[in-house]
Protein backbone atom coordinates (compact mmCIF):
# COMPACT_ATOMS: atom_id res chain seq x y z
CA UNK A 1 0.00 0.00 0.00
CA UNK A 2 3.36 2.50 0.23
CA UNK A 3 4.11 2.32 -2.81
CA UNK A 4 0.05 3.38 -3.85
CA UNK A 5 -0.42 6.56 -1.99
CA UNK A 6 1.77 9.61 -2.37
CA UNK A 7 4.19 11.64 0.42
CA UNK A 8 5.40 15.24 0.67
CA UNK A 9 9.05 15.68 -0.73
CA UNK A 10 10.03 17.94 1.43
CA UNK A 11 13.32 18.57 -0.75
CA UNK A 12 10.71 19.94 -3.53
CA UNK A 13 7.39 20.72 -2.42
CA UNK A 14 6.35 18.69 -4.53
CA UNK A 15 4.25 14.94 -3.64
CA UNK A 16 6.14 11.68 -4.38
CA UNK A 17 5.52 10.22 -7.60
CA UNK A 18 3.00 7.61 -6.96
CA UNK A 19 4.52 3.89 -8.26
CA UNK A 20 1.75 3.01 -10.56
CA UNK A 21 2.18 6.39 -12.28
CA UNK A 22 6.11 5.82 -12.82
CA UNK A 23 5.53 2.52 -14.39
CA UNK A 24 2.96 4.01 -16.76
CA UNK A 25 5.78 6.38 -18.22
CA UNK A 26 7.90 4.30 -18.08
CA UNK A 27 6.63 1.60 -20.34
CA UNK A 28 4.20 4.13 -21.82
CA UNK A 29 0.93 2.94 -20.68
CA UNK A 30 -1.20 5.38 -21.44
CA UNK A 31 -4.21 3.65 -20.66
CA UNK A 32 -3.39 3.09 -17.00
CA UNK A 33 -2.27 6.70 -16.63
CA UNK A 34 -5.82 7.50 -17.84
CA UNK A 35 -7.42 5.19 -15.47
CA UNK A 36 -5.05 6.34 -12.86
CA UNK A 37 -5.44 10.22 -13.44
CA UNK A 38 -9.71 9.73 -13.56
CA UNK A 39 -9.88 8.53 -10.31
CA UNK A 40 -6.87 11.35 -9.13
CA UNK A 41 -5.80 14.09 -11.29
CA UNK A 42 -3.16 15.05 -8.73
CA UNK A 43 -1.39 11.86 -9.45
CA UNK A 44 0.06 13.02 -12.70
CA UNK A 45 2.29 15.90 -10.25
CA UNK A 46 4.24 13.72 -8.18
CA UNK A 47 8.09 13.67 -8.26
CA UNK A 48 10.62 11.30 -8.59
CA UNK A 49 13.84 12.14 -6.09
CA UNK A 50 15.19 13.58 -9.27
CA UNK A 51 12.50 15.77 -9.38
CA UNK A 52 11.23 14.15 -12.65
CA UNK A 53 7.61 13.86 -13.21
CA UNK A 54 5.67 11.56 -15.20
CA UNK A 55 6.25 13.53 -18.70
CA UNK A 56 10.09 13.50 -17.95
CA UNK A 57 9.97 9.95 -17.15
CA UNK A 58 8.28 9.19 -20.23
CA UNK A 59 10.17 11.62 -22.65
CA UNK A 60 13.05 9.83 -21.28
CA UNK A 61 11.96 6.79 -22.58
CA UNK A 62 11.22 7.93 -26.57
CA UNK A 63 6.94 7.17 -25.53
CA UNK A 64 5.59 10.13 -27.80
CA UNK A 65 2.06 9.03 -27.36
CA UNK A 66 2.25 8.83 -23.98
CA UNK A 67 3.51 12.08 -24.00
CA UNK A 68 1.10 13.97 -25.95
CA UNK A 69 -1.78 11.97 -23.89
CA UNK A 70 -0.70 13.08 -20.71
CA UNK A 71 -0.07 17.07 -21.77
CA UNK A 72 -3.78 16.72 -22.93
CA UNK A 73 -4.78 15.97 -18.99
CA UNK A 74 -1.85 18.61 -17.42
CA UNK A 75 -0.39 21.05 -19.23
CA UNK A 76 1.83 22.43 -16.66
CA UNK A 77 3.58 19.59 -16.86
CA UNK A 78 5.42 20.86 -19.55
CA UNK A 79 7.50 24.13 -18.07
CA UNK A 80 8.85 21.64 -14.63
CA UNK A 81 12.29 21.43 -14.83
CA UNK A 82 14.08 17.92 -13.06
CA UNK A 83 17.56 18.47 -10.65
CA UNK A 84 19.36 19.33 -13.48
CA UNK A 85 17.25 22.41 -14.67
CA UNK A 86 16.09 20.15 -17.56
CA UNK A 87 12.80 20.47 -19.18
CA UNK A 88 10.87 17.60 -21.16
CA UNK A 89 12.10 19.41 -24.18
CA UNK A 90 15.65 19.59 -23.40
CA UNK A 91 15.53 15.79 -22.21
CA UNK A 92 13.75 14.97 -25.15
CA UNK A 93 16.49 16.48 -27.45
CA UNK A 94 19.72 15.59 -25.17
CA UNK A 95 18.43 12.22 -25.74
CA UNK A 96 18.02 12.09 -29.58
CA UNK A 97 14.17 11.90 -29.50
CA UNK A 98 13.70 14.27 -32.56
CA UNK A 99 10.50 13.29 -33.04
CA UNK A 100 9.35 13.82 -29.67
CA UNK A 101 11.49 17.03 -29.07
CA UNK A 102 9.51 18.67 -32.06
CA UNK A 103 6.05 17.79 -30.90
CA UNK A 104 7.01 19.17 -27.79
CA UNK A 105 8.55 22.45 -28.78
CA UNK A 106 4.97 22.62 -31.24
CA UNK A 107 3.31 22.07 -28.20
CA UNK A 108 5.67 24.78 -26.29
CA UNK A 109 4.51 27.19 -29.17
CA UNK A 110 0.60 27.01 -29.11
CA UNK A 111 0.55 29.10 -25.68
CA UNK A 112 2.26 32.52 -25.60
CA UNK A 113 3.47 31.76 -21.58
CA UNK A 114 4.85 28.56 -22.84
CA UNK A 115 7.06 30.02 -25.00
CA UNK A 116 9.45 30.77 -22.32
CA UNK A 117 10.32 27.04 -21.75
CA UNK A 118 11.96 26.82 -24.75
CA UNK A 119 14.69 28.78 -23.58
CA UNK A 120 15.31 26.59 -20.48
CA UNK A 121 19.13 25.93 -20.24
CA UNK A 122 20.21 23.40 -18.28
CA UNK A 123 22.47 23.23 -15.07
CA UNK A 124 25.51 23.42 -17.76
CA UNK A 125 24.42 26.28 -19.84
CA UNK A 126 22.99 24.02 -22.58
CA UNK A 127 20.03 24.97 -24.24
CA UNK A 128 17.54 22.65 -26.34
CA UNK A 129 19.62 24.29 -29.35
CA UNK A 130 22.56 23.24 -27.77
CA UNK A 131 21.69 19.85 -27.48
CA UNK A 132 20.10 19.49 -30.78
CA UNK A 133 23.18 21.01 -32.51
CA UNK A 134 25.67 19.27 -30.31
CA UNK A 135 23.98 15.49 -31.27
CA UNK A 136 24.02 16.09 -35.16
CA UNK A 137 19.91 16.68 -35.36
CA UNK A 138 20.44 19.47 -37.96
CA UNK A 139 16.77 19.64 -39.05
CA UNK A 140 15.44 19.64 -35.63
CA UNK A 141 18.07 22.52 -34.75
CA UNK A 142 16.39 24.49 -37.65
CA UNK A 143 13.01 24.15 -36.11
CA UNK A 144 14.25 25.44 -32.50
CA UNK A 145 15.89 28.75 -34.55
CA UNK A 146 12.97 29.49 -36.58
CA UNK A 147 10.43 28.78 -33.68
CA UNK A 148 12.76 30.98 -30.96
CA UNK A 149 15.58 32.73 -32.62
CA UNK A 150 17.13 33.91 -28.94
CA UNK A 151 17.96 30.50 -28.44
CA UNK A 152 20.95 31.66 -30.92
CA UNK A 153 21.98 34.04 -27.86
CA UNK A 154 22.65 31.42 -25.16
CA UNK A 155 26.35 30.71 -24.05
CA UNK A 156 27.24 27.49 -21.99
CA UNK A 157 29.48 27.48 -19.04
CA UNK A 158 31.57 26.10 -20.93
CA UNK A 159 31.58 29.51 -22.92
CA UNK A 160 30.50 27.91 -26.38
CA UNK A 161 27.79 29.49 -28.57
CA UNK A 162 25.04 27.56 -30.69
CA UNK A 163 26.83 29.13 -33.85
CA UNK A 164 30.39 27.89 -32.45
CA UNK A 165 28.87 24.43 -32.65
CA UNK A 166 27.50 24.52 -35.46
CA UNK A 167 30.61 25.53 -37.36
CA UNK A 168 32.78 23.18 -35.34
CA UNK A 169 30.08 20.80 -36.63
CA UNK A 170 30.47 21.84 -40.09
CA UNK A 171 26.51 22.13 -40.08
CA UNK A 172 26.53 25.02 -43.21
CA UNK A 173 22.69 25.71 -43.48
CA UNK A 174 22.53 25.71 -39.20
CA UNK A 175 25.09 28.56 -39.47
CA UNK A 176 23.76 30.35 -41.86
CA UNK A 177 20.28 30.33 -40.17
CA UNK A 178 22.67 31.59 -37.15
CA UNK A 179 24.26 34.10 -38.71
CA UNK A 180 21.28 35.72 -40.24
CA UNK A 181 20.21 36.52 -36.45
CA UNK A 182 22.23 40.03 -35.77
CA UNK A 183 22.25 39.56 -31.86
CA UNK A 184 23.57 35.57 -32.06
CA UNK A 185 26.38 34.61 -30.27
CA UNK A 186 29.62 33.32 -32.00
CA UNK A 187 31.74 32.75 -28.98
CA UNK A 188 33.60 29.22 -28.32
CA UNK A 189 35.56 27.83 -25.58
CA UNK A 190 39.34 28.82 -24.75
CA UNK A 191 38.57 32.55 -26.31
CA UNK A 192 38.02 31.52 -29.86
CA UNK A 193 34.61 32.03 -32.12
CA UNK A 194 32.81 30.76 -35.34
CA UNK A 195 35.34 32.17 -37.56
CA UNK A 196 38.41 30.26 -35.60
CA UNK A 197 36.38 27.34 -36.16
CA UNK A 198 35.48 27.95 -40.28
CA UNK A 199 39.02 28.23 -40.60
CA UNK A 200 39.93 24.80 -38.59
CA UNK A 201 37.73 22.84 -40.52
CA UNK A 202 38.32 24.14 -43.98
CA UNK A 203 35.05 26.02 -44.47
CA UNK A 204 35.54 28.62 -46.95
CA UNK A 205 31.49 29.23 -47.26
CA UNK A 206 30.92 29.50 -43.60
CA UNK A 207 34.08 32.00 -43.42
CA UNK A 208 33.14 33.85 -46.43
CA UNK A 209 29.70 34.39 -44.94
CA UNK A 210 31.42 35.35 -41.44
CA UNK A 211 33.49 37.61 -43.42
CA UNK A 212 30.75 39.32 -44.90
CA UNK A 213 28.30 39.52 -41.73
CA UNK A 214 30.95 39.95 -38.82
CA UNK A 215 34.51 40.69 -40.75
CA UNK A 216 35.93 41.90 -37.27
CA UNK A 217 36.32 38.89 -35.92
CA UNK A 218 39.30 38.20 -38.35
CA UNK A 219 41.24 39.90 -35.87
CA UNK A 220 39.91 38.29 -32.48
CA UNK A 221 42.36 35.87 -31.61
CA UNK A 222 42.14 33.39 -28.29
CA UNK A 223 43.18 33.05 -25.05
CA UNK A 224 46.95 31.93 -26.92
CA UNK A 225 46.90 34.50 -29.31
CA UNK A 226 46.25 32.55 -32.46
CA UNK A 227 43.46 34.55 -35.04
CA UNK A 228 41.91 32.77 -37.84
CA UNK A 229 43.63 33.19 -40.08
CA UNK A 230 47.05 31.63 -38.22
CA UNK A 231 44.37 28.69 -37.39
CA UNK A 232 43.85 28.43 -40.97
CA UNK A 233 47.49 28.26 -41.72
CA UNK A 234 48.52 25.99 -38.83
CA UNK A 235 45.78 23.35 -40.26
CA UNK A 236 46.59 24.03 -43.80
CA UNK A 237 43.64 25.45 -45.40
CA UNK A 238 44.68 27.48 -48.22
CA UNK A 239 41.34 27.35 -48.94
CA UNK A 240 39.81 29.48 -46.31
CA UNK A 241 43.11 31.41 -46.41
CA UNK A 242 42.68 33.12 -49.72
CA UNK A 243 38.63 33.81 -48.69
CA UNK A 244 39.97 35.64 -45.88
CA UNK A 245 42.99 37.48 -47.45
CA UNK A 246 40.33 38.55 -50.68
CA UNK A 247 38.03 40.30 -47.86
CA UNK A 248 41.00 41.98 -46.51
CA UNK A 249 44.97 41.53 -47.55
CA UNK A 250 46.24 42.98 -44.95
CA UNK A 251 45.66 40.51 -42.67
CA UNK A 252 48.76 38.60 -44.14
CA UNK A 253 51.16 41.14 -42.40
CA UNK A 254 49.83 40.18 -39.07
CA UNK A 255 52.63 38.55 -36.89
CA UNK A 256 52.05 36.78 -33.46
CA UNK A 257 52.91 37.81 -29.63
CA UNK A 258 56.06 37.14 -30.48
CA UNK A 259 56.73 38.90 -33.49
CA UNK A 260 56.86 35.98 -36.03
CA UNK A 261 54.97 36.63 -39.29
CA UNK A 262 52.64 34.16 -40.55
CA UNK A 263 55.30 32.66 -43.14
CA UNK A 264 57.03 31.60 -40.41
CA UNK A 265 54.58 29.36 -39.18
CA UNK A 266 53.74 27.84 -42.40
CA UNK A 267 57.41 27.25 -42.44
CA UNK A 268 57.53 25.56 -39.27
CA UNK A 269 55.06 22.75 -40.63
CA UNK A 270 56.40 23.07 -43.77
CA UNK A 271 53.18 23.92 -45.72
CA UNK A 272 53.52 25.30 -49.17
CA UNK A 273 50.24 26.06 -50.42
CA UNK A 274 49.35 28.14 -47.69
CA UNK A 275 53.10 30.05 -48.19
CA UNK A 276 52.30 30.21 -51.93
CA UNK A 277 48.61 31.80 -51.20
CA UNK A 278 50.13 33.88 -48.90
CA UNK A 279 52.55 35.31 -51.50
CA UNK A 280 50.36 35.48 -53.99
CA UNK A 281 48.14 38.31 -51.95
CA UNK A 282 51.09 39.52 -50.36
CA UNK A 283 54.30 39.52 -52.31
CA UNK A 284 56.30 41.76 -49.45
CA UNK A 285 54.97 39.54 -46.24
CA UNK A 286 57.42 39.57 -43.41
CA UNK A 287 59.69 36.40 -43.42
CA UNK A 288 61.39 37.43 -40.70
CA UNK A 289 60.34 38.44 -36.39
CA UNK A 290 59.08 42.11 -36.35
CA UNK A 291 58.50 44.43 -33.89
CA UNK A 292 55.26 46.36 -33.22
CA UNK A 293 55.67 49.01 -36.10
CA UNK A 294 56.76 46.17 -38.84
CA UNK A 295 60.51 46.91 -38.38
CA UNK A 296 62.38 43.60 -39.10
CA UNK A 297 64.04 42.43 -35.83
CA UNK A 298 67.99 42.14 -37.12
CA UNK A 299 69.75 39.06 -36.61
CA UNK A 300 66.51 36.78 -36.10
CA UNK A 301 65.32 33.73 -37.45
CA UNK A 302 64.07 34.27 -41.04
CA UNK A 303 61.56 31.28 -42.95
CA UNK A 304 64.10 30.07 -44.39
CA UNK A 305 65.77 28.88 -41.04
CA UNK A 306 62.96 27.49 -39.53
CA UNK A 307 62.18 25.39 -43.15
CA UNK A 308 65.94 24.06 -42.79
CA UNK A 309 65.84 23.45 -38.93
CA UNK A 310 62.55 21.23 -39.34
CA UNK A 311 63.88 19.51 -42.13
CA UNK A 312 61.07 20.70 -44.82
CA UNK A 313 63.08 20.17 -48.20
CA UNK A 314 60.02 21.30 -50.24
CA UNK A 315 59.65 24.72 -48.32
CA UNK A 316 63.39 25.74 -49.05
CA UNK A 317 62.93 24.98 -52.58
CA UNK A 318 60.09 26.94 -52.53
CA UNK A 319 61.31 30.00 -50.97
CA UNK A 320 64.41 29.56 -53.00
CA UNK A 321 62.66 29.72 -56.10
CA UNK A 322 60.67 33.06 -54.87
CA UNK A 323 62.73 36.09 -56.25
CA UNK A 324 61.74 38.19 -53.22
CA UNK A 325 63.04 35.69 -50.86
CA UNK A 326 66.41 34.43 -52.47
CA UNK A 327 68.27 36.85 -50.32
CA UNK A 328 67.19 34.80 -47.64
CA UNK A 329 70.01 32.14 -48.36
CA UNK A 330 72.75 34.22 -46.90
CA UNK A 331 70.73 35.98 -43.68
CA UNK A 332 72.46 35.31 -40.63
CA UNK A 333 70.54 34.54 -37.03
CA UNK A 334 71.77 36.17 -33.71
CA UNK A 335 74.23 33.17 -33.85
CA UNK A 336 75.93 34.37 -36.94
CA UNK A 337 74.27 31.31 -38.80
CA UNK A 338 72.97 30.78 -41.95
CA UNK A 339 70.25 28.41 -43.25
CA UNK A 340 73.35 26.61 -44.73
CA UNK A 341 74.87 26.39 -41.27
CA UNK A 342 71.66 24.42 -39.94
CA UNK A 343 71.01 22.22 -43.08
CA UNK A 344 74.92 20.68 -42.31
CA UNK A 345 74.04 20.12 -38.38
CA UNK A 346 71.19 18.40 -39.52
CA UNK A 347 73.38 16.44 -41.72
CA UNK A 348 70.97 16.07 -44.47
CA UNK A 349 72.57 16.23 -47.71
CA UNK A 350 68.90 16.77 -49.41
CA UNK A 351 68.40 20.07 -47.83
CA UNK A 352 72.29 20.95 -48.70
CA UNK A 353 72.37 20.40 -52.00
CA UNK A 354 69.44 22.55 -52.48
CA UNK A 355 71.14 25.76 -51.12
CA UNK A 356 74.12 24.82 -52.89
CA UNK A 357 72.16 24.43 -56.27
CA UNK A 358 72.31 28.15 -55.65
CA UNK A 359 76.02 28.71 -56.39
CA UNK A 360 75.74 31.85 -58.11
CA UNK A 361 73.94 33.53 -54.63
CA UNK A 362 75.04 31.47 -51.61
CA UNK A 363 78.69 32.35 -49.90
CA UNK A 364 79.77 29.05 -48.31
CA UNK A 365 82.18 31.09 -46.55
CA UNK A 366 80.19 33.09 -43.93
CA UNK A 367 81.36 32.85 -40.43
CA UNK A 368 78.97 32.44 -37.44
CA UNK A 369 79.67 34.40 -34.33
CA UNK A 370 82.38 31.77 -32.95
CA UNK A 371 84.13 32.19 -36.41
CA UNK A 372 82.87 28.56 -37.82
CA UNK A 373 82.11 28.43 -41.35
CA UNK A 374 79.06 25.93 -42.04
CA UNK A 375 81.15 22.85 -43.16
CA UNK A 376 82.84 23.07 -39.88
CA UNK A 377 79.38 22.32 -38.10
CA UNK A 378 79.55 18.72 -39.83
CA UNK A 379 83.00 18.04 -36.74
CA UNK A 380 80.14 18.42 -34.25
CA UNK A 381 78.18 15.19 -35.47
CA UNK A 382 80.25 11.85 -35.65
CA UNK A 383 80.22 10.01 -38.84
CA UNK A 384 79.09 6.69 -36.74
CA UNK A 385 75.48 8.75 -36.68
CA UNK A 386 74.79 8.82 -40.08
CA UNK A 387 77.61 7.52 -41.98
CA UNK A 388 76.29 7.93 -45.73
CA UNK A 389 74.71 11.57 -45.19
CA UNK A 390 77.60 12.58 -42.97
CA UNK A 391 80.20 11.84 -46.52
CA UNK A 392 77.81 13.20 -48.78
CA UNK A 393 77.74 16.32 -46.94
CA UNK A 394 81.42 16.41 -46.20
CA UNK A 395 81.56 15.62 -50.11
CA UNK A 396 79.08 18.37 -51.21
CA UNK A 397 80.72 21.02 -49.42
CA UNK A 398 84.31 20.34 -50.06
CA UNK A 399 83.35 20.90 -53.97
CA UNK A 400 81.33 24.16 -52.95
CA UNK A 401 84.27 25.31 -50.98
CA UNK A 402 87.53 23.16 -52.04
CA UNK A 403 89.68 26.07 -49.83
CA UNK A 404 88.32 25.61 -46.58
CA UNK A 405 90.48 23.57 -44.55
CA UNK A 406 87.42 23.01 -42.22
CA UNK A 407 85.90 20.92 -45.20
CA UNK A 408 89.09 18.35 -44.94
CA UNK A 409 87.93 14.58 -43.96
CA UNK A 410 91.21 14.66 -41.41
CA UNK A 411 89.86 17.73 -39.64
CA UNK A 412 86.42 16.83 -39.59
CA UNK A 413 86.94 13.44 -38.28
CA UNK A 414 89.44 14.95 -35.54
CA UNK A 415 87.33 17.30 -34.47
CA UNK A 416 84.26 14.61 -34.25
CA UNK A 417 86.80 12.15 -32.09
CA UNK A 418 87.12 14.67 -29.99
CA UNK A 419 83.70 15.05 -29.15
CA UNK A 420 83.44 11.35 -28.46
CA UNK A 421 82.15 10.93 -24.90
CA UNK A 422 82.52 7.90 -22.32
CA UNK A 423 79.14 6.74 -23.08
CA UNK A 424 80.05 6.62 -26.78
CA UNK A 425 83.04 4.27 -26.24
CA UNK A 426 81.00 2.13 -23.79
CA UNK A 427 78.40 1.81 -26.91
CA UNK A 428 80.76 0.56 -28.76
CA UNK A 429 82.22 -1.71 -26.95
CA UNK A 430 78.96 -2.89 -26.42
CA UNK A 431 78.27 -3.31 -29.78
CA UNK A 432 81.94 -4.85 -30.76
CA UNK A 433 80.70 -7.74 -27.98
CA UNK A 434 77.72 -8.23 -29.99
CA UNK A 435 79.56 -8.28 -33.55
CA UNK A 436 81.97 -10.66 -31.55
CA UNK A 437 79.65 -13.11 -30.43
CA UNK A 438 77.36 -13.53 -33.38
CA UNK A 439 80.44 -13.72 -35.79
CA UNK A 440 81.48 -16.49 -33.63
CA UNK A 441 78.26 -18.12 -33.96
CA UNK A 442 77.99 -18.19 -37.82
CA UNK A 443 82.20 -18.91 -37.95
CA UNK A 444 81.08 -22.54 -35.61
CA UNK A 445 77.89 -22.75 -37.76
CA UNK A 446 79.89 -23.02 -40.77
CA UNK A 447 83.04 -25.15 -39.26
CA UNK A 448 80.18 -27.78 -38.11
CA UNK A 449 79.00 -28.13 -41.55
CA UNK A 450 82.10 -27.95 -43.49
CA UNK A 451 83.40 -30.74 -41.01
CA UNK A 452 80.34 -32.88 -41.01
CA UNK A 453 80.48 -32.40 -44.76
CA UNK A 454 83.51 -33.96 -45.54
CA UNK A 455 82.53 -37.58 -43.94
CA UNK A 456 79.57 -37.59 -46.10
CA UNK A 457 80.66 -37.05 -49.57
CA UNK A 458 78.83 -36.94 -52.18
CA UNK A 459 77.90 -40.19 -53.82
CA UNK A 460 79.34 -41.90 -50.50
CA UNK A 461 81.93 -44.73 -50.05
CA UNK A 462 83.28 -47.90 -52.06
CA UNK A 463 82.28 -51.29 -51.21
CA UNK A 464 84.04 -52.79 -54.19
CA UNK A 465 86.96 -55.20 -52.99
CA UNK A 466 90.12 -53.02 -52.97
CA UNK A 467 88.88 -49.43 -52.59
CA UNK A 468 86.92 -50.26 -49.70
CA UNK A 469 86.06 -47.00 -48.00
CA UNK A 470 86.90 -44.64 -50.54
CA UNK A 471 85.11 -42.32 -51.78
CA UNK A 472 83.29 -43.53 -55.16
CA UNK A 473 83.57 -39.95 -57.00
CA UNK A 474 87.20 -39.66 -55.93
CA UNK A 475 88.86 -39.34 -59.47
CA UNK A 476 86.48 -36.69 -60.64
CA UNK A 477 87.80 -33.06 -60.67
CA UNK A 478 84.57 -31.27 -59.29
CA UNK A 479 85.08 -33.97 -56.34
CA UNK A 480 88.23 -32.80 -55.99
CA UNK A 481 87.26 -29.26 -55.94
CA UNK A 482 84.67 -29.93 -53.13
CA UNK A 483 87.70 -31.38 -50.92
CA UNK A 484 89.41 -28.21 -51.46
CA UNK A 485 86.52 -25.59 -51.05
CA UNK A 486 85.44 -27.56 -48.02
CA UNK A 487 88.85 -27.78 -46.34
CA UNK A 488 89.49 -23.91 -47.36
CA UNK A 489 86.11 -23.26 -45.24
CA UNK A 490 86.37 -25.20 -42.69
CA UNK A 491 90.02 -23.53 -41.56
CA UNK A 492 88.76 -20.07 -42.08
CA UNK A 493 85.73 -20.43 -39.67
CA UNK A 494 88.12 -22.18 -37.27
CA UNK A 495 90.44 -18.83 -37.63
CA UNK A 496 86.96 -16.49 -37.57
CA UNK A 497 86.05 -18.33 -34.26
CA UNK A 498 89.66 -18.32 -32.45
CA UNK A 499 89.90 -14.92 -33.24
CA UNK A 500 86.39 -13.82 -31.64
CA UNK A 501 87.21 -15.86 -28.60
CA UNK A 502 90.92 -15.43 -27.94
CA UNK A 503 91.81 -12.21 -29.70
CA UNK A 504 92.12 -8.82 -27.51
CA UNK A 505 88.78 -6.54 -28.08
CA UNK A 506 89.45 -4.77 -25.84
CA UNK A 507 91.69 -2.54 -27.49
CA UNK A 508 90.57 -0.02 -30.25
CA UNK A 509 93.67 -0.60 -33.04
CA UNK A 510 93.36 -4.24 -32.17
CA UNK A 511 89.52 -4.08 -32.74
CA UNK A 512 89.52 -2.20 -36.03
CA UNK A 513 92.25 -4.51 -37.18
CA UNK A 514 90.17 -7.68 -36.43
CA UNK A 515 86.96 -6.58 -37.41
CA UNK A 516 88.33 -6.09 -40.80
CA UNK A 517 90.39 -9.50 -40.96
CA UNK A 518 87.02 -11.57 -39.57
CA UNK A 519 85.03 -9.87 -42.03
CA UNK A 520 87.01 -10.52 -44.48
CA UNK A 521 87.42 -14.70 -43.69
CA UNK A 522 83.82 -15.11 -42.68
CA UNK A 523 83.30 -13.67 -46.14
CA UNK A 524 85.43 -16.74 -47.69
CA UNK A 525 84.17 -19.23 -46.05
CA UNK A 526 80.76 -17.91 -46.96
CA UNK A 527 81.59 -18.53 -50.70
CA UNK A 528 84.04 -21.37 -50.41
CA UNK A 529 81.12 -23.32 -48.38
CA UNK A 530 78.67 -22.47 -51.38
CA UNK A 531 81.45 -23.83 -53.81
CA UNK A 532 81.44 -27.11 -51.83
CA UNK A 533 77.60 -27.00 -51.97
CA UNK A 534 77.70 -26.52 -55.86
CA UNK A 535 80.71 -29.13 -56.30
CA UNK A 536 78.89 -31.59 -54.68
CA UNK A 537 76.02 -31.40 -56.29
CA UNK A 538 78.21 -31.07 -59.76
CA UNK A 539 79.35 -34.55 -58.90
CA UNK A 540 75.91 -36.22 -58.13
CA UNK A 541 74.32 -34.54 -61.29
CA UNK A 542 76.26 -34.09 -64.02
CA UNK A 543 75.93 -37.87 -64.85
CA UNK A 544 72.78 -38.09 -66.06
CA UNK A 545 71.07 -34.42 -65.54
CA UNK A 546 74.15 -32.62 -67.26
CA UNK A 547 72.16 -28.99 -67.30
CA UNK A 548 70.88 -29.32 -63.90
CA UNK A 549 74.18 -29.42 -62.50
CA UNK A 550 75.72 -26.32 -64.97
CA UNK A 551 72.80 -24.50 -63.99
CA UNK A 552 73.38 -25.24 -60.03
CA UNK A 553 77.08 -23.87 -60.29
CA UNK A 554 75.79 -20.73 -62.33
CA UNK A 555 73.55 -19.55 -59.91
CA UNK A 556 75.97 -20.64 -56.98
CA UNK A 557 78.77 -18.37 -59.48
CA UNK A 558 76.55 -15.25 -59.29
CA UNK A 559 76.41 -15.17 -55.15
CA UNK A 560 80.14 -13.47 -54.91
CA UNK A 561 78.86 -10.70 -57.46
CA UNK A 562 75.87 -10.53 -56.00
CA UNK A 563 77.21 -9.78 -52.12
CA UNK A 564 79.86 -7.67 -53.54
CA UNK A 565 76.85 -5.35 -54.65
CA UNK A 566 75.15 -5.48 -51.90
CA UNK A 567 77.86 -4.55 -49.57
CA UNK A 568 79.00 -2.01 -51.80
CA UNK A 569 75.73 -0.32 -52.89
CA UNK A 570 75.50 2.76 -50.09
CA UNK A 571 78.45 3.67 -51.90
CA UNK A 572 77.53 3.04 -54.93
CA UNK A 573 74.08 4.59 -54.11
CA UNK A 574 76.02 7.70 -53.20
CA UNK A 575 78.19 7.98 -56.24
CA UNK A 576 74.99 7.54 -58.31
CA UNK A 577 73.12 10.79 -56.33
CA UNK A 578 76.78 12.72 -57.06
CA UNK A 579 76.98 12.13 -60.39
CA UNK A 580 72.65 13.04 -60.71
CA UNK A 581 73.20 16.30 -58.94
CA UNK A 582 76.47 17.17 -61.41
CA UNK A 583 74.62 16.20 -64.31
CA UNK A 584 71.67 18.68 -62.99
CA UNK A 585 73.58 21.11 -62.03
CA UNK A 586 75.62 21.43 -65.34
CA UNK A 587 71.69 21.84 -67.15
CA UNK A 588 71.04 24.48 -64.98
CA UNK A 589 74.16 26.54 -65.51
CA UNK A 590 73.70 25.56 -69.50
CA UNK A 591 70.09 26.97 -68.92
CA UNK A 592 71.54 29.91 -66.91
CA UNK A 593 73.98 30.82 -69.84
CA UNK A 594 71.50 30.83 -72.39
CA UNK A 595 69.11 32.95 -70.72
CA UNK A 596 71.92 35.54 -70.16
CA UNK A 597 73.16 35.10 -73.60
CA UNK A 598 69.32 35.75 -74.79
CA UNK A 599 68.75 38.95 -72.40
CA UNK A 600 71.99 40.57 -73.88
CA UNK A 601 70.68 40.03 -77.14
Not at 195 to 200: E, G, K, M, P, S
Not at 481 to 507: P, Q
Request: net charge neutral.
Amino acid sequence: MANNTQTTDVSGGRSRMDQRILEAATCGDSSSMKELAKKNPSILLGTSPQGNNCLHISTIHGHKKFCMDVLELERSLLPDVNCEQETPLVIAVTLGHAPLASDLLKCCCKEEELRRIILQQDRYGFNALHHAIRNGHQKLALELIEAEPALSKAVTKYNESPMFMAVMRNFTDVSEKLLAIADSSHVGKYGRHALHAAARNGNQYIAGEIMDKRPLLAREADSDGITPIRMAITYDKSDVLCILLEYDYSLAYETDKNGYPLLCSAATRGQVNVAQVLLLYCQDAFYCQVLRDGTAIEKSLTCLHIAVQNGHLEFVEFILKRPQLRKLINMQDMDGKTALHYAIQQCDPKLVAALLAYDDIIDTTILDNHGNSAASQLSSITDDDKPLDWKEVQLLMQKADPNDDDISLYNLSKGAKQRETIESRKERQSLTQKYTSNTSLVAILLATITFTAAFTPPGGYSTDAGSAGLPIMSKQIAFQAFLVSDTLAMCSSFVVAFICLMGRWEDDKFTTYYISVTKKLTWFAYMATITAFATGLYTVLATRTHWLAIGICSVVGLVPFLTMFIAKWPILKLKFRQTCRGLRLKFRQRQTGKSKSNDMV
